[in-house]
């Protein structure tokens, strides 16, 4: 059962550890199952961050939460501790999310109900928009085709997901590799 009062006081205790850390806090849960607790804790690196929150940051932040709770005893009993990040199936939701994943596919599902798929280009800072190239996929042998691109605001986003990108992985295609490697 989640523990929202819980996970409120864990996020007070660790948003200064975790911010001090270079990191975010992205999500804080708590879940009590009888006597036992788990402490499931979210992070992911600012938007002007280029690295990746690799393992060895994950462990770093890992000990400074654990000394940090333990100290401040926020969690009754016995708990056990996962700190991690959403990673790439997580929704993307605020700018930094769309900020780290430029260049990638996109499915982006609007307030208004509409959607729209593509490669996303960019991130405008000044109007906090996204913009997002439409790609319709290529048939048999043909590359996709690219549209205009479509400037949405963040306001205008309901929710929006990386799609794992495929393309160049499988084998050629017999007609277009056969043609692709004829002399004339």
């Known amino acids: 059962m989640a523990d929202a009062a819980a996970a409120g006081r864990v996020r007070e205790v660790l948003a200064p550890v975790v911010e001090a850390l270079g990191l975010v806090l992205e999500d804080v849960e708590v879940h009590r199952a009888g006597a036992r607790s788990t402490v499931d804790v979210a992070l992911d690196v600012p938007e002007d961050d280029e690295t990746d929150l690799d393992l060895d940051r994950v462990a ?45 596919t996109v499915t982006v599902r609007l307030v208004d109900g ?10 405008d800072r000044d109007d906090d928009a996204i913009v997002v190239v439409p790609v319709t996929p290529g048939l048999k042998g043909r590359r996709p085709k690219e549209g205009e691109p479509v400037r949405i605001t963040l306001t205008d986003v309901r929710d929006a997901r990386v799609e794992v990108d495929l393309t160049g992985l499988g084998p050629v295609d017999d007609e277009a590799g056969a043609s692709a490697g004829q002399e004339s």
């Open 60 to 104: 770093d932040a890992t000990r400074a939460i654990s000394d940090a709770l333990d100290a401040r005893d926020v969690i009754a009993g016995h708990y056990t501790l996962e700190v991690g990040s959403r990673g790439l199936s997580r929704p993307l939701t605020e700018r930094r999310h769309f900020a780290r994943a430029v260049g990638r």
């Open 114 to 123: 509409g959607a729209i798929g593509g490669r996303l280009v960019d991130v």
